[in-house]
Structure formats: C-alpha cells, structure tokens
C-alpha cells in the first residue's frame, strides 16, 4: 500500500506486512489489509525507514559549521557507527 514520499530518502513508502503462512494467515491477512489504511488515515506509521546513518550525513550536510568541525563530527559519527 502507497503511503507517502519519504522525507529523508525522497522514495515513494510502501508499508508491508508479512503475513507468516498457517492455518489462521487468510484470517491475520484480512485483518493486516483493513489495519494498513487505518495506519495510514491516522498517520501513525513511520515517517521514515532511513536508518541512522543517511539521518546523520544529512543533518552534518546542514549543520553549516566549519571545516575542522564537520571533519571532527563526521569522525565521531564514523567512530559511533563501528561499534
């Protein structure tokens, strides 16, 4: 189901679900297909599936600081997302 434009990744969201197959997935099925649009009148699903990584990159993008200072924020980034 076509939700909306991703603000981070500018890609169209699709929201899933994965349905694990049994004896009750025709029944958890209809009841998936009549709770996704629900989420979506509600705007209670994400806003976004970009992981921390883009988030940071983007936000150091427009952090508008000096040269020493984004390469030392971006080693501490790179640092933080080793472990």
């Known amino acids: 189901m076509y ?3 991703d603000p981070v ?3 169209r969201r699709h929201l899933t679900e994965i ?3 049994g004896p009750g997935a025709a029944k958890e099925a209809e009841k998936a297909r009549t709770r996704l649009p629900s989420k979506v009148d509600e705007q209670r699903n994400p806003r976004t599936r970009a992981t921390v ?3 940071l990159d ?4 427009m952090l508008g600081v000096e040269d020493t200072t ?7 980034c790179a ?3 080793d472990r």
């Open 3 to 5: 939700d909306r434009i």
């Open 19 to 21: 349905i694990p197959p």
């Open 9 to 11: 990744t500018r890609k």
């Open 70 to 76: 984004l390469d030392s924020d971006q080693g501490l």
């Open 79 to 81: 640092t933080t997302s």
């Open 53 to 55: 990584n883009p988030v």
């Open 58 to 61: 983007r936000h150091l993008e």
